[in-house]
């Protein structure tokens, strides 16, 4: 089983490690040891030269037996099939883990969006939908954001779908612009929640009010961290974007780094003010207290695990810790706040969407905010509980928890239906 995909392979370890600790049926390990499907399809568009050109997608559904699947959508020049499915493995522990009532899906495009216009992003966006229309649904798969896709797209992607069923249908994708259906706050959700959960637990962990943060990744993630974590007075000494990384050992101007950004690439703020460049995938490996991985997989490894000097981990992007480097994580005594628990921010939010989207009602942002605070702090609570009684690394406990419930829907299951 599985043969040919070793992301899945190695991401299916600390699911048997979890069922062991839990003494699950081994039913349940098997549904959950494979994709329930996962489709291929070639999207031709015609460019804006007049050329067409054809992009390889994927989407697919792990298990839906805890509800409808979800998962965003990449745009990613690295994408593979491996890699979605092993991403929608993990929106499935996910979104048992914080206790939304879906499965777990994901989808992506190997395409590098930079390289496109608007209008070539968007009829490649809108050829997507077409490809994945019977995939897709409200009630089925539902897509959101992810790396290389934003409310712009995720609106394409309703308004498409809507087209081809012939009525509006906004619960069809998450993410989407406010105008549009999207909801209040869905844009920083994935830091605030990581945010909302770090402060709840910040005393358990000794985490000091200003304590030193290295972010690896300032996309939409990462940079909204960051302005989450100074203003609360953590002091951010190091950076990095797909190309740099900054370094200032008494803490970076934000703004200045937003600025460099933007404008002229972070390179341009070395030797300002103190400020040291390094390569973007030395910042893992930065002198501080707390380190936030934020942008995508595999960037702590066997390889350089022991050059990692931060005490805690909190896990923003999915899948920054490759399964071989925990056990050594552990023994140093470093905590990670794993993955599925700490970026669960950001599907929190799209369900609260695809929520006020079938009921026809907009919920305020403070409202938003509310729920979105209890959902991580109660989760976040129960994971830690849990690693307190069975003694076991939180990422081990977020495990255990999710797998208990998606256990108990699997065994109420029966024998299962295939046509949906
Ligand atoms: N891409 C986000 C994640 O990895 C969530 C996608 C969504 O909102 O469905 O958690």
Not at 50 to 56: D, E, K, L, Q
Request: proline letters at 4%; glycine letters at 10%.
């Amino acid at each position: 089983m599985n043969d040919g995909k070793p992301m899945l392979q190695a991401a299916l370890t600390r699911l048997a490690d979890a069922g062991k600790l839990l003494d699950v049926s081994p039913e349940v390990l098997d549904v959950l040891g494979q994709p329930r499907e996962t489709t291929q399809a070639r999207l031709t568009i015609r460019m804006d030269d007049g050329a067409r050109r054809s992009f390889t997608a994927w989407r697919s559904r792990y298990d839906d037996s805890r509800g409808p699947t979800k998962g965003g959508v990449r745009y990613d020049l690295g994408a593979c099939a491996d890699e979605v499915e092993t991403l929608a493995f993990w929106m499935t522990l996910k979104c048992a883990v914080v206790n939304l009532p879906y499965g777990g899906g994901k989808g992506a495009i190997r395409v590098d969006p930079k390289g496109l216009s608007a209008n070539e992003l968007e009829r490649l966006t809108r050829a997507y939908t077409r490809a994945f229309a019977r995939v897709i649904g409200p009630d089925r798969d539902i897509p959101g954001p992810d790396l290389g896709t934003n409310a712009t797209i995720m609106g394409w992607m309703a308004d498409e779908y809507s087209d081809l069923v012939g009525h509006r249908a906004p619960g069809v994708a998450t993410g989407k612009p406010v105008p549009l259906g999207g909801s209040l706050g869905r844009e920083d959700a994935t830091a605030r929640g990581g945010f909302y959960l770090l402060q709840h637990l910040a005393s358990e962990l000794s985490v000091a009010r200003d304590a030193r943060v290295a972010i690896h990744g300032i996309g939409n993630v990462g940079m909204h961290m960051a302005r989450f974590l100074s203003e609360a007075g953590y002091r951010i000494v190091a950076v990095s974007d797909s190309r740099q990384g900054l370094f200032h050992p008494d803490g970076l101007d934000l703004a200045a780094v937003q600025r460099a950004k933007a404008k002229d690439g972070l390179a341009s703020l070395i030797g300002v003010a103190g400020i040291s460049g390094c390569k973007a995938s030395e910042v893992v490996l930065a002198d501080c207290d707390i380190l936030v991985p934020a942008a995508v997989e595999n960037v702590i490894r066997a390889d350089n695990v022991d050059g990692v000097r931060a005490k805690l981990i909190l896990e923003l992007a999915n899948g920054p810790v490759a399964p071989e480097a925990d056990e050594r994580l552990a023994q140093r005594g470093v905590t990670v706040l794993p993955d599925i628990l700490a970026n669960s921010g950001g599907v929190t939010v799209s369900y609260f969407e695809w929520v006020q989207n079938r009921q026809g009602v907009a919920w305020t942002l403070s409202e938003i905010h509310t729920r979105l605070r209890k959902m991580m702090e109660e989760e976040g609570a129960a994971v830690f509980a849990l690693a307190r009684e069975m003694r076991i690394t939180p990422r081990r406990a977020a495990y255990v928890h999710a797998l208990k419930r998606l256990a108990a829907a699997i065994e109420a299951t029966g024998a299962r239906r295939h046509n949906r």
